[in-house]
């Protein structure tokens, strides 16, 4: 503001910006001093004056994810999208699942979630940002064996089951007619007892994992005749 009508020139003393007639164009974060000099005009002196402002630096947006469902032992690569140079660096933060990171590389060690984080550093007119996401890692089932004592039954006899797995629920049952489940919910190293044996009968231990996929031993015991 002016008394005086002489003709203003506006100029960029310092700082990141830049100016075309009254119009100021920040180009970067930091402090910026710009001058305004007005001419002399009828009883008014050639003038000038500065004026400074800070410019913040801005905070990035980072996209993280989402990523589908993992495996247990089965290493993943994760990013993120930032417009933002700064460097990234990733760490669990959280879940029920159990993971190692080295660099990017996510190597999960057990079932459940995983809340990750992404952190990047600040970074010329970008401050430091952070962001997370979750990702479900599903066991792998294994069916190590299933075995019956004893080995040699006569007719009729007593049979007991036993089932060795792990990364997953399991279920011991007969296959073929009059097919039923022994336990629907076994535990590794249990004894399960079967019916009377009367025939030859094959048990199947089937073990799914937590995303669903499911594997599947047998087990066939046979009587001897009375």
Same mark, same amino acid.
Request: avoid cysteine; hydrophobic fraction near 40%; aromatic fraction near 6%.
């Given at each position: 503001t002016s008394a005086s009508s002489g003709a203003v020139t506006y100029s960029v003393v310092s700082g990141p910006a830049t100016i075309a007639g009254s119009t100021v164009t920040i180009t970067g974060a930091g402090t910026v001093e710009l001058s305004? $000099?007005?001419?002399?005009?009828?009883?008014?002196?050639?003038?000038?004056?500065?004026? &400074?402002?800070t410019v913040a630096a801005e905070v990035p947006t980072l996209t993280f994810g989402?990523? !589908?469902?993992?495996? %247990? +032992? &089965?290493?993943? =690569?994760? $990013? %993120? @999208?930032?417009? $933002?140079?700064? *460097?990234?660096?990733? &760490?669990?933060?959280?879940?029920? +699942? *159990?993971? &190692? @990171?080295?660099g990017s590389t996510v190597?999960?060690?057990?079932? +459940?979630?995983?809340?990750?984080?992404? /952190?990047?550093?600040?970074?010329?007119n970008y401050t430091a940002?952070?962001? =997370?996401?979750?990702? *479900?890692?599903?066991?792998?089932?294994? !069916?190590?064996?299933? *075995?019956?004592?004893?080995t040699t039954l006569l007719y009729g006899g007593s049979l007991s089951l036993?089932?060795?797995?792990?990364?997953?629920?399991? %279920? @011991?049952?007969? !296959?073929?007619?009059?097919? /039923?489940? @022994? =336990?629907?919910?076994?535990?590794? +190293?249990? /004894?399960?007892?079967?019916?009377?044996v009367t025939a030859a009968t094959t048990y199947t231990l089937t073990v799914t994992g937590t995303g669903g996929n499911s594997v599947s031993t047998t087990y066939t015991a046979r009587s001897e005749e009375r």
């Open positions: 305004a $000099s007005q001419a002399a005009n009828g009883n008014y002196a050639a003038a000038t004056t500065t004026t &400074t402002f989402p990523y !589908a469902a993992q495996t %247990v +032992g &089965t290493p993943f =690569t994760v $990013s %993120v @999208i930032s417009a $933002s140079t700064g *460097t990234v660096t990733y &760490t669990v933060t959280g879940g029920t +699942g *159990t993971a &190692t @990171i080295a190597s999960p060690t057990a079932a +459940g979630t995983l809340v990750l984080t992404a /952190s990047q550093a600040a970074n010329g940002a952070t962001a =997370t996401t979750t990702v *479900t890692v599903n066991s792998v089932p294994v !069916a190590t064996s299933l *075995t019956g004592s004893p036993v089932p060795v797995f792990s990364g997953g629920t399991a %279920v @011991i049952g007969t !296959a073929g007619v009059g097919s /039923s489940n @022994i =336990t629907a919910s076994a535990v590794t +190293g249990t /004894s399960y007892p079967a019916p009377p």
